[in-house]
């Protein structure tokens, strides 16, 4: 059953998604591992239309190659206008390989956060792309099921 956005919330164009992306360097990723899902954190880079990370051995190389199916998520907030923003990518994730595609990919200028060996790039082709943008409400407007209990008076 889809349900459609409250109406303060856009639905951005492909364009749009794209722009956002190249503003932030950050996501994360989604893989399936054992059949369960995982996610990691990732320094990424936008490159023709996909998405590129670096990473070492271990489980998100192993779970984010031979045209695995992926999504990486990235967010933000515009200070100045309040206005967050979220995109998805979903795709297929691959090893780059061969030495002038190592050596182009290794020219975006991709440096992980995080120290030890991240010698292998990967390439994120998104099949679907989607995002939205919405007003960041203010904290006390927030509703949750416990809005309405009774507080004791400690609280």
């Known amino acids: 059953m889809s349900k ?63 045209g695995a199916q992926v999504a990486v998520e990235a967010d933000g907030v515009d200070a100045q206008t309040g206005l967050a923003w979220s995109v998805v990518a979903k795709g297929t994730a691959e090893i780059v390989t061969g030495t002038e595609h190592v050596l182009d990919t290794a020219a975006l200028y991709l440096f992980p956060w995080q120290a030890g060996h991240k010698d292998t790039f990967i390439r994120i082709t998104p099949t679907t792309l989607t995002g939205r943008r919405f007003k960041v409400t203010a904290p006390l407007t927030w509703w949750t099921q416990l809005s309405g209990a009774i507080k004791t008076a400690q609280e």
């Open 4 to 66: 459609e956005p409250a109406p303060d919330v856009e639905n951005l164009e492909h364009h749009d998604c794209w722009a956002l992306l190249r503003t932030v360097s950050v996501g994360r990723l989604a893989v399936l591992t054992d059949g369960h899902p995982d996610i990691f954190p990732i320094n990424y880079t936008v490159d023709s239309g996909t998405l590129v990370f670096r990473t070492g051995e271990g489980t998100k190389l192993s779970a984010a190659s031979d």
